[in-house]
């Protein structure tokens, strides 16, 4: 909101309004203003030219909050259970409304803080928050907190997490969700996605995980994506970056480093997956779909991938059977195998499969697939190309429809 010449102070009970055209006005202390609104409301900004106002619904201040933030707010919380009495203020709303956290830390014990309303905002000034929050309500928001451990759980729909750091575990199991430009760190999984349509954007999120099971972004519902994030391991751990299991899922212009795996997507039917614009660095295994399902549609396309020591296959893709593949303008520093297990003649047949503008610097390993399109591709390395058959033929084999400008330096 904008200061403008309409925008006028409503003042608590006892004091005299600003009066814009003669400047009269009564010279309070002005932090008096914020800690004795009107029927404990605190201070609000009006727009008189739109009516809208903006203030704050509820002021819960933590117990090592200063004695100014104390004194103006409506609950001031114990430092043990917190998670009661935020309950109880929280229970009072019904029709929306904004929470307001002062600086401090909360510690909500064995009660998760639930908010059960729609349409209401939590908002702190970097407070910290240890132990769990559930939202239930559609609409809410938690925004500039800090998790010291415990999870965040987002069950509405069109729910909004913003400028959240710390440690913790953040998931969006209510469709429409997005988490925005935050800091999160943890042991394992620190950000999981299960609601349809669900986003993490301009994120930085960071894994001590050593286990190649557990990744440290998952998007699990349909048409969930991941944007502009950073996405770091510990160098020498196996962790895994993004597992990618719903349909229609995106990872895209993100910066994957220290993984052993960046991409996977294993276990699972890829339905749409589309991998474009990410860079791969000191990732031993950049994508990875292996021995599970079918790949019915996926798009992989200017990803770079840097050279590291122990690197295995950039790119591999194993599943039964490979319909629809886009492998375009990818930049790989080791080879790429895809490879279709168990294919029918028929599916087979009508399989629709692209390789073109790459540079891989490794051979392409290619098994029983049709390819429509391997054109503008530079492969380096000996052997390059396996696989590849270019007769049409019965057999369940690999062949070309078409090729073109491909070149193979095997020096």
């Not at 803080?113 to 559930?134: A, H, N, Q, R």
């Not at 790989?332 to 891989?360: C, H, K, M, Y």
Request: net charge negative; proline share 1%; aromatic share 6%.
């Amino acid at each position: 909101m904008k200061f403008t010449q309409n925008m006028r102070l409503r003042l608590p009970q006892g004091f005299e309004q600003y009066d814009i055209e003669d400047h009269n006005f009564n010279y309070r202390r002005i932090d008096e203003l914020f800690t004795q609104g009107e029927n404990g409301g605190g201070i609000c900004l009006c727009d008189t030219e739109s009516g809208g106002v903006r203030a704050a619904t509820l002021v819960i201040a933590p117990f090592d909050s200063s004695d100014k933030s104390k004194a103006g707010a409506d609950v001031v919380l114990r430092g043990q259970q917190d998670g009661n009495e935020i309950n109880a203020a929280l229970s009072l709303l019904h029709n929306g409304g904004n929470v307001i956290f002062t600086e401090g830390r909360i510690v909500i014990g064995d009660t998760a803080v639930s908010v059960e309303s729609d349409f209401i905002t939590l908002s702190g000034m970097g407070t910290g928050i240890s132990g769990d929050i559930i939202m239930h309500g559609s609409g809410c928001r938690l925004l500039d907190m800090t998790l010291l451990g415990g999870m965040l759980i987002v069950i509405g729909t069109g729910c909004r997490v913003s400028n959240v750091q710390g440690e913790g575990l953040i998931q969006l199991i209510g469709a429409d969700g997005i988490i925005r430009d935050c800091t999160l760190s943890g042991n394992g999984t620190v950000v999981r996605i299960h609601g349809q349509r669900g986003r993490v954007q301009t994120s930085t999120l960071s894994s001590r995980t050593n286990d190649e099971m557990t990744a440290c972004l998952e998007l699990l519902g349909d048409n969930t994506q991941a944007d502009n994030c950073h996405i770091i391991g510990v160098p020498g751990n196996w962790g895994v970056g993004v597992n990618m299991r719903g349909n229609g899922t995106r990872v895209n212009g993100c910066g994957l480093a220290h993984f052993f795996c960046g991409i996977t997507s294993d276990n699972c039917t890829i339905e749409s997956h589309v991998v474009t614009h990410n860079r791969f660095e000191a990732v031993r295994r950049g994508i990875w779909h292996i021995h599970a399902g079918n790949i019915q549609s996926v798009e992989i396309a200017n990803n770079v991938f840097l050279p590291f020591d122990g690197t295995e296959r950039a790119i591999r893709l194993r599943a039964d059977f490979i319909g629809m593949l886009m492998l375009q303008s990818n930049r790989t520093a080791t080879g790429v195998e895809v490879a279709a297990l168990s294919p029918s003649w028929s599916s087979l047949n009508q399989a629709w499969n692209f390789i073109g503008n790459n540079r891989i610097f490794g051979s392409l390993d290619v098994t029983n697939m049709r390819l429509s399109h391997v054109t503008g591709n530079a492969f380096s390395g000996q052997s390059a190309m396996h696989g590849i058959d270019s007769r049409f033929t019965n057999n369940i084999g690999t062949f070309f429809l078409s090729g073109s400008n491909n070149t193979i330096d095997t020096d």
